[in-house]
C-alpha cells in the first residue's frame, strides 16, 4: 500500500516540473531574442560606424548623405519617432492654446456678455473753429443711430450680410477655426492678421475692442483670442437671429451712421424692413472699410459698387436669390437713388472743412472711436476768415458763366507761420445739386503752370557743383521737339501759350511769363527725380506720387495731378523761405470727461531748400514788371494779381483738354502770412470757352484784400506794405548786361561761364575788321555756357554780333574833313563862327564845337557849312564832326 502511494505522487510531481520548465523556456526565448535583436542593431551600427570617416567632423556629414537620411525616415524606427514627434507636438499645442485661454479669459473678467445687446447708445460731436465759433454739432440721434426688432429688418439685409461677411455664420460656433488658422499663418509669415473674424467676432470687436481694431499685427493677436473666447460665450448665451440683429444695429454704415436702420433712412429714405435687393446688397457691403465705402465718398464709389455686385454673386452662390434677381439688382443705378448727403447736415458752418477734419480723425483714431461721441474738436479754421472766402467764391460764381463758362469754383487758404488751414471752400455752393458737396479743395487736379515755381524752378536756382543759377541766367527759349518728343508715339510738339519762341530770355523772364519750354528745360537740368523730391518736400507731396512718371510733360503741369491744400502748403513753404511744415485741420480734441487726448504743437519747420533760393522765387513772382514780358499790362495792373496795399507773390495756371481748350483756371498767391490756393473749372472736367483768369481774378481780389485787413490786420498780424523780406547773401549783380538778384553763391567759379574779349565795331556791332577805324573800335568782353539740354553754345554778348564782320566799312572809305573856320566880328559884341565841311565816303552825321574850351554847340550837320553865334571873343575854336560810318574829322584855329 506504502508504495502504491509512493508510485501515485510522482507522476503529479513530474508534470508539475515539466510545466515549470516550460515556462522558462518561454521567457528565455523572448530573452534570447531581444538579445539577438539588440546585437543586430548594435552590429549594423558598428557597421554603419565602420563604413563611415574616422574624422568626427567628416562623420557628421558623412551621417547626412541623402540616402542614409533617407533609409531611416523610412524605416519602422523612423517611422514610430515621426509618430511620437507629431504627437507630442499636439498635446504640446493643446497645452499652449488652454493654457493661452486660461490667461486671457482672466482679462474678460469685468465683461459680461449678457450686457451685450444693451451697448448702444447716441452720440454727440462738437466742432469749433479757432475762437470757439461753433461750426457743427454731429448728433447721434435720428439718421444716425436707431436700433430696431430683428422683425424690422429686412431678409435680403440679413442674406447679404451673411453671404459678404460670413458664409457659415448658420454652421459654427462663434468662430471659424480654419479662418483662424489662415489667418495666423498670415501673420507669422509677417503679413497683417486678416481674414479670420466671424459677424460674431466682429460684433464683440465693435462692441469691447473698438480702440484696439485698427491694430492689425502681430501685436493685435491678444484681441483676437479673448474676441474668439467671448465669441465662444456670446453664442452659448444668444441665437444666431438674435447675433445678427445685434450685428446689423452696431455696425458702421459710413460716416456716423451706425445700425443699418440708420443707414437705410439716411441713404434711401425708408426703414431697413422695406429695403430691397440692391439696396440691402449696398448697405451690406459698407461695414468692410466704411470710411471709404461711404457712398458720400464719391472717390469709394467704384469700390462700393463693385463689392455690392460681389454680394450679389454669393447671394446666388448660397442659393439666397437666383441670377435673375442678381442680374436685375446689379442693372439697377443704385447711387442714384441717393439722397443728398445737405439733408444730414443742418445748419453746418464750412460744411467741406469740418468733414475733411472728420475724415482725418476717424482714419487716425478710427471709425468706431470717434463715433462713440462725446468729443469737442477745436479746429484751426477761422470763421472770420471762411465768411470772407465764401463770399469771394460767391462773387466769382457771379461772373463765371460769362468770364469762361465754367461751373464750379474751389479755395484753400493756409496759415504762413503754421501751416494751419484757416479757410476751406470746396465748391461754388454746398447745396448745389450733384457736385456741390464735393471737396474740390481736397480733390486731384492738374496744376498747369502753377507747378513750375515749385517742380521747376526752385530746383534749378538751387546751389549745386557745376554751372549755378540766378534769376539773371540765360535760358533759351527754342525749339526742343527733337528732345522733348523722343519716344513719344504720336503727334507731340512743345510750345508756349503764345506760340513763339523768345530766344535767349533771363530765368526771370521765363517763370514770370509762364514760358512753357524754359520750364521743361528747367526741369531737364534739375533731373525728374530731384525735381520731385524737392516739390514733395515742399508740401506738393501728390504731384506724380506713386511711380506716377509723366516724364518732362510734368514741368508744366501735364499728366500729373494735386490737392489745392498741399498745393497751397507748399506756397506757404516759399513763403516761409523755403521751410516745410505739415498740414494742421485742428489744434485739440477733448473727449466727453474734457480730457485732452490731441493737441498741435508747433514743430520745427523743415528746411528743405536755401532761403536764398525761396527768396528768389519769390522775388520773380512778385514782380510786376517781368510778367508784362508775356502777358502786358494784363497781369501786371489785374486786381485780382496785384493789390498796391497787399504784397504778395502770385502765379496762374490754365490746364488744356489736349484739344488746345482750357480747362482749369489756378491762381496761386502768397504773401509774409498767408497762401491762397483758388480752382476755376467745371466740375467734370469740360473745356472752358476761354483760357482768362477774371473769375479767379475775382475771387482773389475780394479775398486777398479783405482777409489781409479784416483778419490778420485786425489781429495784429500784418501791415500795410509787408512783404517777405531778401535773406542774408542775397547780392545784386550785372551779369552778362543783366542787372538782378543772385544767391551768394554765384560768381565766375560758379557760373558755369566761359569769358573773352572781342573786338567790335561800335557802329555795326559786328565783329571789327582790319579796314574798321580806331574810332569806332570797341574791346568788349563776351561770355558764354552751354545749353545742358541742346548742347549749344549760348553766347552774351551784350547785342553785339560775334558771328558776322563789319561790312560797313571799306579800307578805302575817305574820311570827311574840316575845311576851314571862319570868325566874323558882328560889331556888337557878338561873334558869328562858319565851319566848313566836307563830306567823305559817308554822309555827314553830326558835330560838337567848343569855344575857347567850353562847349559851344552841336546837333546834326545839315549843310556843307555849320554856323552859330557866341558872345564871347572867341580866342580858341575847335570843331569835331562825325559821319554815319563813325568817321571823325576836327579842327581848331586861334584867334
Known sequence: MAKEKTASKKPKKAVKTSSKKNNMSLYSNLAYKRRVKADQKSRKQAEDLASMPKNPFLRFFARLRPDRVFRFWFSKEGFFRIIKFLAACFLIAIVAIGGLFLYFKKDLSQIDPEELASRVTNTVNTYQDRNGVVLWEDKGNGDYRLVVDG??????????????????????????????????????????????????QQLIKQVYFSDEAGDRTVTGLPRKIKETILALEVEKMYDKEQIITMYLNESPYGGRRNGVESGARTYFGKSAKDLNLAEAALLAAIPNNPAVLNPYNSAGNKALIA?????????????????????????????????????????????????????????????????????????????????????????????????????????????????????????????????????????????????????????????????????????????????????????????????????????????????????????????????????????????????????????????????????ANAYASLARNGAYKPITYWLEVKNSSGDIIDSWEDTAATQVIDPQV?????????????????????????????????????????????????????????????????????????????????????????????????????DGKWYTGMKIEAPAGIQTLTVNGRRDIWPSWYGDNTSGVTKQVMVFDSVTKKLATSCTPAETRIEITVSKIIDPMTKKEIWYTNGYDKDNDDDLHQCTDIKPQVSSINIQDNGDDTWTIIVAVAQGTHALADYTTTVNGSQASSGAITSSAIQFTVDTLPSTVSVKI???????ASGSKNN
Open 151 to 200: 422683425s424690422e429688418i429686412s431678409s435680403y439685409m440679413r442674406q447679404a450680410t451673411v453671404a459678404i461677411e460670413d458664409k457659415s455664420f448658420y454652421n459654427h460656433i462663434g468662430v471659424d477655426f480654419s479662418a483662424l488658422v489662415r489667418a495666423a499663418l498670415s501673420t507669422l509669415s509677417g503679413n497683417s492678421v486678416q481674414g479670420g473674424s466671424t459677424l460674431t
Open 307 to 567: 463689392r455690392q455686385r460681389k454680394t450679389l454673386n454669393v447671394m446666388v452662390e448660397m442659393n439666397y436669390i437666383t441670377q435673375e434677381q442678381c442680374d436685375e439688382a446689379s442693372a439697377f443705378d443704385i447711387l442714384d437713388t441717393i439722397l443728398p448727403e445737405s439733408s444730414q447736415f443742418e445748419n453746418i458752418k464750412a460744411p467741406w472743412f469740418v468733414l475733411e477734419v472728420k475724415a482725418q480723425l476717424e482714419a487716425k483714431y478710427g471709425v468706431k472711436t470717434m463715433r462713440a461721441g462725446g468729443f469737442t474738436i477745436t479746429t484751426t479754421l477761422d470763421y472770420r476768415a471762411q465768411e470772407i472766402a465764401e463770399k469771394a467764391v460767391a462773387q466769382g460764381a457771379a461772373i463765371m458763366k460769362k468770364s469762361n463758362n465754367s461751373d464750379n469754383i474751389a479755395l484753400t487758404s493756409i496759415d504762413v507761420e503754421t501751416s494751419q488751414v484757416i479757410a476751406m471752400v470746396g465748391s461754388v455752393g454746398w447745396n448745389v445739386p450733384e457736385y456741390g458737396q464735393l471737396n474740390a479743395a481736397t480733390s486731384l487736379l492738374e496744376p498747369a503752370s502753377s507747378i513750375k515755381p515749385v517742380l521747376d524752378y526752385a530746383p534749378l536756382l538751387t546751389q549745386r557743383s557745376g554751372q549755378n543759377w540766378g534769376p539773371g541766367s540765360t535760358l533759351r527759349d527754342e525749339n526742343i521737339d527733337s528732345i522733348y518728343c523722343a519716344g513719344y508715339v504720336g503727334k507731340c510738339q512743345l510750345r508756349n501759350a503764345s506760340g513763339r519762341f523768345y530766344g535767349d530770355i533771363s530765368v526771370r523772364q521765363a517763370l514770370a511769363g509762364s514760358l512753357n519750354i524754359p520750364a521743361v528745360k528747367a526741369l531737364y537740368i534739375n533731373g525728374i527725380e530731384n525735381s520731385l523730391e524737392i516739390a514733395h518736400a515742399l508740401g506738393d507731396v501728390s504731384y506724380c506720387a506713386s511711380g506716377n512718371n509723366a516724364g518732362l510733360s510734368m514741368a508744366i503741369g501735364g499728366g500729373c495731378t494735386v490737392r489745392p491744400v498741399e498745393h
Open 614 to 714: 525761396a527768396y528768389m522765387v519769390t522775388d520773380i513772382l512778385a514782380d510786376v514788371d517781368a510778367r508784362k514780358f508775356t502777358f502786358g499790362s494784363y497781369l501786371a495792373t489785374d486786381p485780382g494779381f496785384y493789390n498796391k496795399d497787399v504784397w504778395y507773390a502770385a502765379k496762374t495756371g490754365t490746364t488744356e483738354n489736349g484739344g488746345g481748350k482750357a480747362k482749369d483756371s489756378w491762381l496761386m498767391t502768397y504773401s509774409p502770412v498767408l497762401a491762397t490756393a483758388i480752382w476755376n473749372g467745371n466740375h467734370n472736367g469740360s473745356s472752358l470757352n476761354s483760357g482768362n483768369h477774371t473769375t479767379a481774378f475775382k475771387v482773389g481780389e475780394y479775398y486777398t484784400a479783405s482777409v489781409h485787413k479784416n483778419v490778420y490786420g485786425a
Open 882 to 888: 562825325t559821319d554815319t560810318a563813325g568817321y571823325t
